[in-house]
């Protein structure tokens, strides 16, 4: 079992519905991260929180849009989502944005865009 | 944009042999990361090797660094079935970026 929780697993929604993906940790960290993999490709980076603050955006479109309610939760809120945007959802935290600190990673939600 | 290439692309071992992949990167890091993915999961951290760093062992794993050729390696030794997995290099270059950039991956089978 990994230690970062994603919900839900499988995710499937309209082109017109609003959804949204659920990560959570309680290992104390303090950055925590949003990734993007198409099948058979390694992750893109899509946002990064620090200490709460959205720190980097991927110039993802606005159709994505985080939210870290508190240190342990990172939300990824979805509208009006398009068929290419079908992939697998990573969350990741670490235990700050430092560049020698390994990321720990959920299992993803695969997301289905009709 | 992706800055890592891996070498191969899928590779098919039998149980026991040893198994080596490559990574190799375009611009300076800091610091160079080998993740593990097995299918339907999310991506298991396994080493982190530093710019000022050789080589650096864990377990049944060997990584090694080469900056001045801007390359790595990561050996597998004595694998088992259980390491069949998709093998990611990921670095964070110098700079002012400090996100984890993956490279291209290596998908390895461990036959039984």
């Known amino acids: 079992d990994t230690e970062v929780t994603q919900t839900p697993k499988h995710l499937v929604m309209g082109m017109t519905n609003k959804k949204s993906l659920k990560c959570e940790q309680h290992?104390?960290?303090?950055?925590m991260y949003w990734y993007k993999q198409k099948a058979k490709k390694p992750p893109e980076l899509m946002f990064v929180?620090?200490?709460?603050?959205?720190?980097i955006n991927e110039s993802v479109p606005s159709r994505f849009s985080p939210e870290c309610p508190n240190s342990s939760l990172l939300n990824l809120h979805l509208h009006a989502l398009q068929p290419e945007d079908s992939a697998l959802y990573l969350c990741?935290?670490?235990?700050?944005?430092?560049?020698?600190?390994?990321?720990?990673f959920g299992d993803g939600t695969r997301l289905s865009i009709l | 944009s992706q800055q890592g290439e891996e070498d191969p692309q899928a590779l098919s071992i039998q149980e026991g042999e040893n198994a080596t992949m490559n990574c190799s990167y375009k611009?300076?890091?800091?610091?160079l990361q080998w993740y593990r993915q097995n299918s339907g999961r999310g991506l298991v951290h396994l080493i982190l090797?530093?710019?000022?760093?050789r080589e650096k062992h864990s377990g049944r794993l060997r990584v090694t660094l080469d900056t001045s050729k801007k390359s790595s390696s990561l050996l597998i030794t004595a694998s088992r079935a259980a390491d069949t997995a998709s093998y990611f290099c990921?670095?964070?270059?110098?700079?002012?970026?400090?996100?984890?950039?993956f490279g291209s991956g290596t998908q390895l089978t461990v036959l039984p």
């Open positions: 990741a935290s670490s235990q700050s944005s430092g560049i020698h600190q390994p990321q720990h």
């Open positions: 290992m104390g960290h303090r950055a």
């Open positions: 929180y620090s200490y709460e603050k959205l720190s």
């Open positions: 611009t300076s890091i800091n610091n």
């Open positions: 090797i530093r710019s000022n760093e």
């Open positions: 990921a670095m964070i270059s110098s700079g002012s970026a400090r996100q984890l950039t």
